[in-house]
């Protein structure tokens, strides 16, 4: 658990000024660590428990010194319960949570292809959502601000600006089981705070946002707020 409030603390941190004040910036860190301590007295839900109980009747496990399955369980419940309010007043879910399964002849291997896989599932999605966005303005909206060279540029710089985004994920579910051939086969959740998320995204993305303004900022908070 300490683990993962390093990360998350340290990610919260990394998050320049752009698109967040800091007093912004301070509140988000507060939220974040009620989150955590919500976690640390957290006690596993009926559901938790049993989802547990069937994952380690199907074999899953996991590595010694990590948490127990059911443990796991519980804070994926928690981070997929957290709600916010987004940039329209609406509550939508604070945390995208993302899964992958892969399958390799060590754990170790097994966890990076897996959490690789989690991150290249959530990056296509989180480009072919703001690009139907940006296409959907330009469009509909014949008194839109964004252009079409701004689509376009985008869809020549989304792996860029992706990647630079989603570069601070926080690990929620990592269990295995041994196959019959002895292979492990690993399954990883992880998750990324929207609002942290939107932020990154916009820094990654400043050149536009200084030519574009205001809507293509409303569009960004709008795609991850909502969409994802």
């Known amino acids: 658990m300490k683990r993962t409030i390093i990360l998350l603390v340290s990610a919260v941190m990394a998050v320049t000024t752009f698109a967040q004040t800091a007093k912004e910036l301070a509140k988000q860190q507060a939220e974040l660590k009620a989150i955590h ?37 519980t804070e994926s419940q928690i981070y997929g319960e957290e709600l916010m309010t987004d940039e329209n007043g609406e509550v939508v879910k604070r945390f995208i949570l993302q899964t992958a399964v892969q399958t390799a002849g060590t754990y170790n291997a097994g966890y990076a ?13 989180l480009r072919s959502e703001i690009v139907a966005a940006m296409q959907s303005k330009l469009d509909n909206a014949q008194s ?22 989603l570069t601070n994920s926080i690990p929620v579910i990592a269990i295995y089981r041994r196959l019959s051939n002895n292979y492990f086969e690993v399954q990883v959740r992880i998750a990324f705070d929207k609002k942290e998320l939107v932020a990154r995204i916009k820094r990654n993305m400043q050149k536009e946002l200084e030519q574009e303004g205001d809507e293509l900022n409303s569009l960004l908070d709008e795609v991850i707020s909502s969409r994802l």
């Open 113 to 125: 292809a897996a959490r690789a896989s989690a991150l290249t599932e959530l990056a296509a999605m």
């Open 144 to 165: 839109s601000s964004i252009p079409a060279v701004t689509v376009d540029k985008f869809n020549q710089r989304s792996k860029q600006i992706i990647d630079a985004t």
């Open 37 to 73: 301590m919500k976690m640390l007295n957290a006690k596993p839900s009926k559901d938790a428990k049993k989802q547990a109980k069937q994952l380690e009747k199907e074999g899953w496990t996991v590595p010694v010194g990590e948490k127990s399955v059911q443990q796991q369980i």
